[in-house]
């Protein structure tokens, strides 16, 4: 059973275009939630980072907007390029534990 | 360069064969992770270190084991490979108590034939 429930698996974008990532979460518990991006052959990397009390927060193209009454939170890419094409995973912290969502494949076509 | 190193990249083993997974962070954190990376399955938690000394089960543990070896190294064993244990192995580190940046190394690519 997934803790952490991503939406969708596959995802192509017009380079341009806006990406948008979808997560839903069902423990309350959670106090923080990251998004990791992850290139082929490599290790996810942090991305950008929200905690429960923020209702969005934004760093350059990458925005997460976080709706703690829906326990759903979302990413966005602004003028997405095709060096954004990779795997996106949602997270969510509870104690000392990270639980993952499934990934989204981004591909952008340029 | 800091980070998280995993050896090997790449094994190949036969059903029954044990071996395990090395895991070293050179960045002095406290808390260290095992995870595996399946297709459409996210990266699932097998076992964690939160700090020297102790080691937690995760969601996915049976048939596995772990060695936190000092507050660098974090190894996980595997005692007799199915290959259901096929699969990305990621190990990962970070400050307990700090929630910022969990640094993952480059993976081991595990298959169990």
């Known amino acids: 059973q997934q803790q952490v429930k991503q939406s969708p698996q596959s995802l192509i974008v017009q380079k341009g275009g806006i990406s948008i990532i979808n997560c839903a979460y069902e423990n309350t518990a959670f106090d923080y939630f990251p998004w990791y991006q992850q290139f082929p052959g490599k290790g996810p990397a942090l991305l950008i980072a929200i905690r429960p009390d923020v209702s969005e927060k934004k760093e350059g193209r990458f925005t997460i907007s976080f709706n703690k009454s829906a326990k759903q939170f979302s990413l966005h890419i602004m003028d997405s390029q095709p060096g954004d094409s990779a795997t996106y995973f949602c997270a969510a912290k509870g104690g000392n534990k990270l639980v993952f969502g499934a990934g989204t494949i981004l591909r952008v076509k340029s | 360069n800091a980070g998280v190193t995993q050896t090997p990249k790449f094994q190949v083993l036969k059903t029954g064969q044990s071996m395990t997974l090395q895991c070293a962070q050179d960045m002095n954190h406290n808390s260290m992770y095992w995870y595996r990376q399946d297709p459409g399955m996210g990266l699932r938690l097998i076992y964690y270190?939160?700090?020297?000394?102790?080691?937690d089960k995760g969601e996915v543990p049976n048939g596995y084991n772990v060695s936190r070896l000092n507050k660098r190294e974090f190894s996980l064993r595997l005692e007799s490979a199915a290959p259901s244990q096929t699969s990305v192995y990621f190990c990962?580190?970070?400050?307990?108590?700090?929630?910022?940046?969990?640094?993952f190394g480059s993976g081991t690519r595990l298959t169990v034939v």
């Open positions: 270190s939160a700090s020297e000394g102790t080691t």
């Open positions: 990962a580190s970070r400050v307990y108590g700090e929630d910022y940046g969990y640094t």
